[in-house]
């Protein structure tokens, strides 16, 4: 089982769960991109979700595809097709929501952690951007 991590300004660390199986070429192009660091916001139009509109340009087709991403999901847009509304974004859901576009899902945040996800999401929401750094070991 392959994970990723999401760390904040305060050194809280969040574990994810890649989705291997539903999205393998997203996954490995996703982890070849990491590490990264960015500025993430709170979505306006979305829902319960941060994103950032700077993410690693992945050039992967649509894969696992979705609108609809559940809490605690991570989705990301891929490059193709030209059309996508969400080529180069990149979402965490905390609560319910959903995409513009459809977008990659690739991974879930592990249950223990989502009540911090959920306290990172609404921190974002009430206080603004954060800088995060997502990385694995």
Not at 74 to 94: D, F, H, Q, S, T
């Amino acid at each position: 089982m392959e994970t990723f991590f999401l760390e904040t300004k305060d050194k809280i660390r969040l574990e994810f769960v890649l989705y291997q199986a539903e999205a393998p070429t997203t996954v490995q192009a996703f982890l070849d991109s990491l590490p990264f660091t960015r500025n993430w916001i709170h979505a306006s139009v979305s829902g319960q979700e941060i994103w950032i509109d700077d993410a690693p340009s992945l050039l992967v087709p649509q894969e696992n595809a979705s609108v609809f991403v559940l809490p605690g999901e991570v989705v990301i847009g891929p490059a193709e097709p030209k059309r996508n509304r969400v080529a180069g974004c990149m979402g965490i859901y905390y609560g319910e929501g959903r995409g513009l576009d459809a977008g990659n899902i690739i991974a879930k945040v592990v249950d223990q952690d989502f009540e911090k996800l959920k306290r990172l999401g609404k921190e974002i929401w009430h206080n603004g951007a954060q800088r995060l750094r997502l990385f694995n070991e």
